[in-house]
């Protein structure tokens, strides 16, 4: 049995990231992380192989700068790394994306769950992982924030999912996709062993070819990347006895319709 | 002179993607296990050690130097250079304080010089956790002047009885065990002293109390009584009248850790200075752009840097196993220089801060406090201006 977890690294959350001249995105020389969501879908990783006595594998899809992760991934504990990349593929576009991932997780031995980060903090979205379920024709729960039950005899998962509303617990099929929410676990620290041994580890890098499938048509298009039109912030001092700056506040707070 | 012998080390960068790694790791547990934790801890004059340390020993964080046979990571001293620089963004000083006297100053005898027996008992539930661990060296009438210690260790058969007192023990009110210096034999010299290790359940041993302090609030400090208490022979570390010489070599390593977060800690108050200076205005511009304080600060970032290269090269000497006496010289010098410089990081921040700076719930005002002890604990500035200038020589003639 084996569980998949999908990660990236992204910009450290502290990053300063913008628009170079050139057009290109940069953050300077601000380390990059792994995408803090995945953090969470990696420790549920490690606890639910650990559980169902299999293996726990990463996957990450795209450039060198990914390895960061997938060695964070292997720090944490996970059994085995893997990274997808191939010029021919376009790994920002999520139906390109899920197209690989899911041939990906057919070539890993056994998968019976595949779990993302709620989303990706970068691009922000998580359509990839929708479009994985699908391309795999796999169960997809979304917004999980506990696994209750995996039963792989029985082949069902029973989960507790979380939205706005309130929770709901749903029993489902195995094979399934999930996207975890932080409140399912406690990510754990790279212990020192676990970092001695993913420093160490060679990440095996699989092609499209090795995938046994061509390149996926990216549906979407990037046309530029733009800063945010830089705010203006406007300070006015309201003059006054206390009284009568209280009365201007509340007008002004009415007429923006704060209030 | 002693000239630097050429070592493989890269001092430019000594660092590899393994310490990096290892530094993000330890950068994210001090971020979210101790830094949300540091003002209750402050508040209370005491951390609570056992339920840290069995976090971090867990992580294969306490036992970076120690061979793996005990549970040690048995890494180069980078991983420790990079724990005790990541130490230092706790928030509060009493915190690494309390972690390195458990890492590099209670326990380093042991680990060289320790039976099998004596490792297996209190070392390796050191490096996992599980125990902590105090260094008890100084009393109230022997402070820089080891060789004045009067806490006596008597042989009792196959027992040592012992009596005296400690002052000024940090991680004292909690400790399982102590790493104590004790004359085993009689006279006031080097000689005829040992290290044992005294468990403190035993009985004859007594907190006498817990004491206030000016700075490093988060650490407990005690001040011990020992009367008659009986420990096994088989507790002594290494050889009987040894204490003093293996004491001394245990002290390089916490010399240069306390210099490495001494330096780590001081480029984040600066740093933090500059950007208060940026923020905050008078006359009409912000502080910054007066030269006055760019300047001072500037000066600051300099001297940072040369003593961090310094701590640098003191580690690439005990990496490249160098002789002792050469790299407890430069120890020596990289705690004078880390003190110093503290002092003056804190008097000229807090300077910069104006009257936010002496406020109590200010960060700087509490960093003034904890960085005054670094040029007396582990021996005053002027031991090691004392020992510097032995090395070097300088007898009269
Ligand atoms: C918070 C804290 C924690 C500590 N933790 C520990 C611990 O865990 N274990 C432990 O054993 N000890 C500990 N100590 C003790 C510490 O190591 C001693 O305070 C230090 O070695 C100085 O000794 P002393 O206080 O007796 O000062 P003294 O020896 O009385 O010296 C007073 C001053 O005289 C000056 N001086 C000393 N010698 C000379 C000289 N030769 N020439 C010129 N001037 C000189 C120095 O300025 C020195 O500061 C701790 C101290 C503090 C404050």
């Given at each position: 049995?084996?569980?998949?977890?999908?990660?990236?690294?992204?910009?450290?959350?502290?990053?300063?990231?913008?628009?170079?001249?050139?057009?290109?995105?940069?953050?300077?020389?601000?380390?990059?992380?792994?995408?803090?969501?995945?953090?969470?879908?990696?420790?549920?990783?490690?606890?639910?192989?650990?559980?169902?006595?299999?293996?726990?594998?990463?996957?990450?899809?795209?450039?060198?700068?990914?390895?960061?992760?997938?060695?964070?991934?292997?720090?944490?504990?996970?059994?085995?790394?893997?990274?997808?990349?191939?010029?021919?593929?376009?790994?920002?576009?999520?139906?390109?994306?899920?197209?690989?991932?899911?041939?990906?997780?057919?070539?890993?031995?056994?998968?019976?769950?595949?779990?993302?980060?709620?989303?990706?903090?970068?691009?922000?979205?998580?359509?990839?992982?929708?479009?994985?379920?699908?391309?795999?024709?796999w169960?997809?729960?979304?917004?999980?924030?506990?696994?209750?039950?995996?039963?792989?005899?029985?082949?069902?998962?029973?989960?507790?999912?979380?939205?706005?509303?309130?929770?709901?617990?749903?029993?489902?099929?195995?094979?399934?996709?999930?996207?975890?929410?932080?409140?399912?676990?406690?990510?754990?620290?790279?212990?020192?062993?676990?970092?001695?041994?993913?420093?160490?580890?060679?990440?095996?890098?699989?092609?499209?070819?090795?995938?046994?499938?061509?390149?996926?048509?990216?549906?979407?298009?990037?046309l530029?990347?733009?800063?945010?039109?830089?705010?203006?912030?406007?300070?006015?001092?309201?003059e006054?006895?206390?009284?009568?700056?209280?009365?201007?506040?509340?007008?002004?707070?009415?007429?923006?319709?704060?209030? | 002179?002693?000239?630097?012998?050429?070592?493989?080390?890269?001092?430019?960068?000594?660092?590899?993607?393994?310490?990096?790694?290892?530094?993000k790791?330890?950068?994210?547990f001090?971020?979210?296990?101790?830094?949300?934790?540091?003002?209750?801890?402050?508040?209370?004059?005491?951390?609570?050690?056992?339920?840290?340390?069995?976090?971090?020993?867990?992580?294969?964080?306490?036992?970076?130097?120690?061979?793996?046979?005990?549970?040690?990571?048995?890494?180069?001293?980078?991983?420790?250079?990079?724990?005790?620089?990541?130490?230092?963004?706790?928030?509060a000083?009493?915190?690494?304080?309390?972690?390195?006297?458990?890492?590099?100053?209670?326990?380093?005898?042991?680990?060289?010089?320790?039976?099998?027996?004596?490792?297996?008992?209190?070392?390796?539930?050191?490096?996992?956790?599980?125990?902590?661990?105090?260094?008890?060296?100084?009393?109230?009438?022997?402070?820089s002047?080891?060789?004045?210690?009067?806490?006596?260790?008597?042989?009792?058969?196959?027992?040592?009885?012992?009596?005296?007192?400690?002052?000024?023990?940090?991680?004292?009110?909690?400790?399982?065990?102590?790493?104590?210096?004790?004359?085993?034999?009689?006279?006031?010299?080097?000689?005829?002293?040992?290290?044992?290790?005294?468990?403190?359940?035993?009985?004859?041993?007594?907190?006498?109390?817990?004491?206030?302090?000016?700075?490093?609030?988060?650490?407990?400090?005690?001040?011990?009584?020992?009367?008659?208490?009986?420990?096994?022979?088989?507790?002594?570390?290494?050889?009987?009248?040894?204490?003093?010489?293996?004491?001394?070599?245990?002290?390089?390593v916490?010399?240069?850790?306390?210099?490495?977060?001494?330096?780590?800690?001081?480029?984040l108050?600066?740093?933090?200075?500059?950007?208060?200076?940026?923020?905050?205005?008078?006359?009409?511009?912000?502080?910054?752009?007066s030269?006055?304080?760019q300047?001072?600060?500037?000066?600051l970032?300099?001297?940072?840097?040369?003593?961090?290269?310094?701590?640098?090269?003191?580690?690439?000497?005990?990496?490249?196993?160098?002789d002792?006496?050469?790299?407890?010289?430069?120890?020596?010098?990289?705690?004078?220089?880390?003190?110093?410089?503290?002092?003056?990081?804190?008097?000229?921040?807090?300077q910069?801060?104006?009257?936010?700076?002496?406020?109590?719930?200010?960060?700087?005002?509490?960093?003034?406090?904890?960085?005054?002890?670094?040029?007396?604990?582990?021996?005053?500035?002027?031991?090691?201006?004392?020992?510097?200038?032995?090395?070097?020589?300088?007898?009269?003639?």
């Amino acid at each position: 049995m084996s569980i998949i977890v999908f990660t990236r690294s992204t910009p450290d959350t502290a990053a300063k990231v913008e628009v170079d001249g050139s057009g290109n995105v940069t953050w300077g020389d601000a380390a990059t992380v792994v995408n803090p969501w995945d953090e969470y879908a990696l420790e549920e990783g490690i606890v639910q192989a650990k559980n169902g006595g299999g293996k726990a594998s990463v996957i990450a899809i795209g450039g060198e700068m990914h390895n960061d992760a997938l060695k964070h991934s292997l720090a944490m504990g996970l059994d085995q790394a893997i990274r997808v990349e191939d010029d021919a593929l376009d790994a920002s576009d999520a139906l390109a994306y899920a197209t690989a991932a899911s041939a990906a997780v057919k070539k890993v031995d056994d998968a019976k769950l595949v779990i993302f980060g709620k989303e990706s903090i970068d691009v922000g979205t998580d359509q990839h992982a929708y479009m994985t379920a699908r391309k795999l024709g796999w169960t997809m729960l979304s917004y999980v924030s506990q696994i209750i039950e995996v039963d792989y005899e029985a082949g069902t998962i029973k989960v507790e999912k979380m939205y706005e509303q309130g929770k709901q617990v749903v029993t489902s099929q195995l094979p399934a996709v999930i996207t975890v929410m932080k409140e399912i676990n406690e990510p754990r620290y790279p212990s020192f062993i676990g970092i001695r041994k993913a420093s160490k580890a060679q990440i095996p890098v699989w092609s499209l070819a090795d995938l046994g499938i061509s390149a996926p048509t990216a549906k979407t298009q990037t046309l530029a990347f733009n800063n945010l039109p830089a705010r203006e912030v406007k300070t006015e001092m309201i003059e006054g006895e206390p009284e009568e700056q209280a009365r201007i506040l509340v007008d002004k707070l009415l007429e923006e319709k704060v209030l | 002179m002693v000239l630097p012998k050429a070592t493989a080390i890269n001092l430019f960068n000594p660092f590899t993607e393994e310490h990096e790694m290892f530094r993000k790791s330890v950068r994210a547990f001090v971020e979210k296990e101790i830094r949300p934790h540091v003002d209750e801890w402050e508040e209370a004059e005491i951390a609570p050690l056992h339920e840290l340390f069995k976090k971090m020993g867990e992580l294969g964080f306490l036992g970076l130097n120690y061979p793996e046979k005990y549970g040690g990571a048995e890494a180069d001293i980078w991983f420790t250079v990079v724990f005790a620089e990541e130490l230092a963004r706790a928030g509060a000083a009493g915190i690494p304080m309390a972690t390195l006297v458990h890492t590099d100053m209670a326990t380093p005898a042991l680990a060289r010089h320790g039976s099998e027996e004596l490792k297996e008992r209190y070392l390796m539930p050191a490096i996992r956790g599980e125990m902590v661990s105090a260094i008890a060296v100084t009393e109230p009438d022997a402070g820089s002047d080891v060789a004045r210690i009067k806490t006596r260790a008597e042989r009792d058969g196959d027992d040592y009885i012992i009596n005296g007192s400690k002052l000024y023990i940090t991680n004292g009110t909690q400790a399982d065990w102590l790493c104590l210096l004790a004359r085993t034999s009689p006279g006031d010299d080097y000689q005829g002293m040992s290290l044992i290790i005294v468990p403190t359940d035993t009985p004859g041993f007594t907190i006498s109390k817990k004491l206030k302090k000016l700075g490093n609030h988060s650490s407990d400090t005690a001040f011990l009584t020992f009367e008659d208490v009986r420990v096994p022979v088989s507790n002594r570390i290494g050889e009987e009248g040894f204490g003093f010489y293996y004491q001394m070599e245990q002290f390089q390593v916490e010399r240069l850790v306390g210099a490495l977060g001494g330096v780590a800690g001081a480029e984040l108050v600066v740093r933090d200075t500059i950007a208060y200076c940026q923020e905050r205005h008078a006359f009409n511009k912000p502080l910054i752009a007066s030269q006055w304080i760019q300047f001072k600060l500037a000066e600051l970032l300099t001297e940072i840097e040369a003593t961090r290269q310094l701590n640098y090269l003191c580690a690439a000497k005990i990496e490249a196993g160098e002789d002792n006496m050469e790299v407890t010289r430069i120890a020596s010098m990289c705690k004078l220089k880390a003190g110093r410089l503290m002092r003056e990081v804190a008097d000229t921040c807090l300077q910069f801060y104006g009257g936010m700076g002496y406020m109590e719930e200010t960060p700087i005002s509490r960093y003034f406090r904890d960085a005054r002890l670094t040029s007396i604990g582990g021996g005053a500035d002027e031991v090691m201006l004392g020992i510097i200038a032995k090395l070097e020589n300088m007898n009269p003639r």
